[in-house]
């Protein structure tokens, strides 16, 4: 008797919460968008299809070495700096950093500014594992 009337009440409690905030439909919404991570080979499409290549790494390392095509905006400026991305936050970007973990930031960054169609690679030498 007592377990049917935890369920009723859990049931009732159920129907009466509030439904989920139309912000947290949206970002769930953006979070299925998403591209998956760590994909050579869905890099690689992207950039032949013509995505933006962003090396999120410092400028002196980008200098050192980079992708063919990719620009630079450094991960500790990206969000000051979207516009250098792009303007179209539809349009499918590819991130990728010395190891992939700044990428991830900069994955975030984006995602949370709007970006819909964002892969982070990984690291610089994930690019030739296609």
Known sequence: MVALALVLG???AEKTAAPPSASAQNS????QTVLPDRDPALA?????????LVD??????????????A??????????RL??????????IVVYCGS????????QILVDHGYSQVTNLGGIDDWDKK
Request: proline share 5%.
């Open 44 to 52: 690689h499409r992207l950039v032949a299809s013509g995505a933006v």
């Open 56 to 69: 999120v790494r410092t400028p002196e390392e980008f200098a050192a070495r980079h992708i063919d095509g």
């Open 100 to 107: 992939g973990r700044r990428a991830g930031r900069a994955k």
């Open 71 to 80: 620009i630079n905006v450094p991960v500790d400026a990206l969000e000051s």
């Open 83 to 92: 516009a250098d991305v792009s303007k179209d936050t539809s349009k499918p």
């Open 28 to 31: 769930s919404t953006t979070a």
């Open 10 to 12: 859990a049931c009732e």
